[in-house]
């Protein structure tokens, strides 16, 4: 494994507040690596407020971790000379979930393609930056003639998403975060866009950091995948592993309110998380899940569990599998596939192969 990007112990705590500080863990000690020489799609799976997003931004390099380190091509992110940090911003590109907010009105879609081609020196002529857009357009699917030349608001919403996955492309980054790239376009063009972001993976050897709600998608695409929970990884592995033998309560929760194709099967959706997702209060130790968790029992509430490796690919942070070993350092890597072997999961047919395949959304 030759190490892209790391994160080592990272951890991200906002304050708010003057007379009564609070303070959020939003990412809660995450210990992973991206490898450069086997590119992966990794999901990042979680209720709203779990800290999918602020991982995203610590990856990204928006925002610096309170506690651990972010450590790209070896050196701390911290420590990037401004040479060293130009070629980690062009490196690592960002996907967002509403690609209008990505677009100045008053200029044509061209410009979110001409201005990062410049700014990172693409291209030495026009002629051959105009070759580069035309060929990151083809290949989300994008007519050049029919795109260019138009302003945002001419554009669909799938469209324009599909603009801001060819900008990315064009920087012919190694690695993608993107954050909920298709919540925002209906459901017909869910799928072009995801393929897209599989063909990055695949033809160009791309990793994606793909963050949703949706773990029908999640499992479509992704060859590993990390389930978050106020902050914390609760559980990790392969996609196969963790969705369709998911070991953590809560993942089992998520997982079962998939909404399942066959009418007699009973829906998930009654097996209804108690408690409150949002509220971000977690006890000073226990497990964070302990007022939510149907099976909590008696060390639950006194001590937080470590992620044990009950599985050759998957760690799951409940103590019910505490007799395995816990992770060494907490670090995801042994668990996640490495490429070669999770290739044919990333085959968007797999659903079709699976017991009881989540079809449509299976949002959290
Ligand atoms: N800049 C900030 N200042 C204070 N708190 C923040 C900030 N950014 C995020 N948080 C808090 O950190 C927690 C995690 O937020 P985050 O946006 O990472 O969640 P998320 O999983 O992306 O949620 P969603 O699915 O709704 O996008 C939340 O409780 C949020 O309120
Ligand atoms: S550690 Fe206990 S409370 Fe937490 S998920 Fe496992 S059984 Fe439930
Ligand atoms: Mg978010």
Known sequence: MTAFLEMVNVSKVFSAGIIRRQHTVAVDDVTMTIDEQSPSILAVAGESGSGKTTLARLLLGVIPPSSGEVIYRGQSVDDLSREQRRTYLREIQPIFQDPFESYNP???VDHVLTVPAQKFQLAATKQETSRLIHEALDMVGLQPAETLGRFPHQLSGGQRQRVMVARAMLLRPRLIVADEPVSMVDASLRATILESIRRMKQ???ISVVYITHDLTTAYQIADNILVMYKGSVVEAGSVEQVIRDPRHPYTQLLVSSIPQPDPSLPWGAEAEIAGDPESMEVAATG??????????????AGQRPLLFHEHPSRAA???????????????LDVVFEPQLKSQSSADPQKSATIRNPPTSEGGL
């Open 106 to 108: 008053f200029y044509k």
């Open 203 to 205: 033809e160009l050897g």
């Open 287 to 300: 497990c964070k899940f302990v007022d939510r968790c149907p099976v909590a029992f008696e060390p639950c």
């Open 317 to 331: 942070a409940c103590f019910q599998y505490d007799k395995s070993p816990a992770l060494e350092g907490q670090n």
